[in-house]
């Protein structure tokens, strides 16, 4: 039986609405990720594909249900058990979060300086490695504003894996980003999973790019999930909605992919 | 229609307990700051320049005009009864007990109260607190706390500065524009002004300190909390704007319950 890294039982979460009501985001969504595997979390916009992420961080309660990692319940914790479980994941976001008022080097260095003992020089030595690996040196002394969006996703990778985390989230990575830099930024991934061989977690609706990455897809429609299988398994199903799925979003680039 | 009235008031009424519970709380995890190690002392020397340095000039402007008027006004009324020996005690009262607080803390409100709010309401929505959350890293510590204690540092400075310049500006305009005597001046102020009425002021400034950076930065902090205020840029502007103008009203009724209290 393989390892789960994470875990959703019967989780339910809803948002208070301008009338009084309630909208309910994801309602009883249950589902594992496996160690070291790559999920892609896709679904159209007000899925409750970023709010699934912001869960798992404990950024925002549940309002039922239950949240695991790696076997351990986290719902709810907080303090520094919360401090504890967050510092098992990197998080890249979706426009990179880098701070405004710090440049390359002091972004990516910052993980480091808060929650490591290591020395400055210590510190220097892996992350000059770190922006080296992902082609960013001669870069260390700009400043965010002074980078293109490519650059900034990669000093946003750069800066989650510094702790060197066992769970990597990606939310809506390739955003903002032309055809080309997309691809660089998976190929970054598939590089970067296979050097530290975390386990990826990637929000994204970046439909069939991010399926090639994929061990497991899992698609929310409606606040419940509608699909949860493997890429080459929704390929060859018969299922009528996943078929359907298939062809809207995969199309014959994806298939023909497949079959090379 | 008289359901709909009721539900917008209990609406809005659970909003103020919400409101006020989050901002307690916000408090009490920004005082709490100030004993986690380890302590960022280059930021709070970064935003004690900021708030302090970057506020003299328009404190001593401020300081510089209204000590003038005071001198002017204050020579025209007591002028009417004879008595403008008594103009450097009027002046200096009237400065250290009120206005050197009050203006200071009003225009620290406007410069960097502002800026603190558009900062870190701008951190919210780009996601760049969450990202410090993500890093188990306390935002407190690492960006409220030094705010907080910068200001209560330096508006206290400030007010002192104010009540300087404002008192020399009084005796520009008394002294040299309108003739009183520059003893009676300096004198009349020795003798009337005690350490209470400076302990006053002193108190006054600490508490209007809080009040500007709880508010301000508690803006930023919750924009995407507050009723009305939208989303994205929009959201900024609004919380900056309640920011400033909240800060300014809580000055001036605690400036009031503070006299009433402490004279």
């Not at chain 1, 710090?102 to 290591?118: D, F, G, I, M």
């Not at chain 2, 206005?99 to 803390?105: F, W």
């Not at chain 2, 030094?146 to 009084?170: C, E, H, N, Q, R």
């Amino acid at each position: 039986m393989e390892a789960v890294a994470i875990e959703f039982r019967d989780v339910v979460k809803s948002f208070a609405k301008q009338d009084g009501g309630r909208q309910i985001v994801l309602d009883h969504v249950s589902f594992t990720i496996p160690v070291g595997k790559t999920t892609v979390i896709a679904g159209g916009s007000g899925q409750g594909k970023s709010v699934l992420l912001k869960l798992i961080l404990g950024l925002m309660p549940v309002d039922s249900g239950r949240i695991l990692v790696a076997g351990e319940d986290v719902t709810g914790v907080r303090g520094r058990q919360l401090e504890r479980l967050r510092i098992r994941f990197g998080v890249l976001f979706q426009g990179s979060a880098l701070f405004d008022s710090l440049t390359v080097y002091e972004n990516v260095a910052l993980p480091l300086r808060e929650r490591s003992t290591k020395s400055e020089a210590e510190i220097r030595e892996q992350v000059m490695a770190s922006l080296a690996q992902l082609e960013l040196n001669g870069h260390e002394e700009k400043f965010p504003a002074q980078l293109s969006g490519g650059m900034r996703k990669r000093v946003g990778l750069a800066r989650a894996m510094q702790l060197k985390p066992e769970i990597m989230l990606f939310d809506e990575p390739t955003t903002g980003l032309d055809p080309v830099m997309t691809q660089e930024i998976y190929d970054l991934f598939a590089r970067t999973q296979e050097q530290v061989g975390y386990t990826a977690v990637i929000v994204s609706h970046d439909i069939p790019k991010v399926f090639n990455l994929a061990d497991q897809v899992i698609v929310l429609n409606n606040g419940k999930i509608d699909i949860f299988d493997s890429p080459e398994a929704m390929q060859w199903s018969r299922e009528p909605h996943i078929v359907d799925f298939v062809e809207n979003t995969m199309g014959k680039i994806y298939q023909s992919h497949l079959v090379e | 229609m008289q359901r709909n009235r009721v539900a917008k008031l209990g609406e809005t009424v659970l909003y103020i307990v919400q409101d006020i519970g989050r901002m307690g709380l916000y408090l009490w995890l920004a005082c709490k700051g100030a004993f986690s190690r380890p302590f960022r002392f280059a930021e709070f020397m970064r935003q004690m320049h900021f708030i302090g340095s970057g506020s003299v000039m328009v404190i001593f402007f401020t300081a510089a005009s209204t000590g003038m008027v005071l001198g002017l006004q204050g020579y025209y009324s007591l002028n009417k009864f004879g008595a403008e020996g008594m103009l450097g005690s009027a002046v200096a009262l009237t400065l250290i007990m009120e206005l050197g607080p009050v203006l200071t803390a009003i225009m620290v409100a406007g410069r960097a109260g502002s800026a603190m709010c558009a900062e870190l309401g701008i951190m919210r929505i780009s996601e760049q607190i969450d990202a410090l959350e993500c890093m188990a890293v306390d935002p407190f510590r690492y960006l409220i706390t030094p705010k907080f204690l910068a200001a209560l540092v330096s508006i206290p400075l400030l007010t002192a500065l104010f009540d300087v310049v404002g008192i020399a500006g009084g005796y520009v305009a008394g002294v040299h524009l309108m003739g009183v005597n520059p003893g009676s001046y300096l004198e009349g102020m020795k003798s009337s002004v005690t350490n209470h009425d400076i302990w006053l002021g002193t108190v006054k400034s600490f508490v209007f300190a809080l009040l500007v950076v709880w508010i301000s930065t508690g803006r930023g902090y919750f924009v995407y909390q507050i009723r009305g205020a939208g989303f994205g840029a929009q959201s900024v502007s609004r919380v900056t704007t309640q920011a400033v103008v909240f800060s300014s009203i809580s000055v001036l009724v605690f400036d009031y319950l503070l006299t009433a209290i402490l004279l």
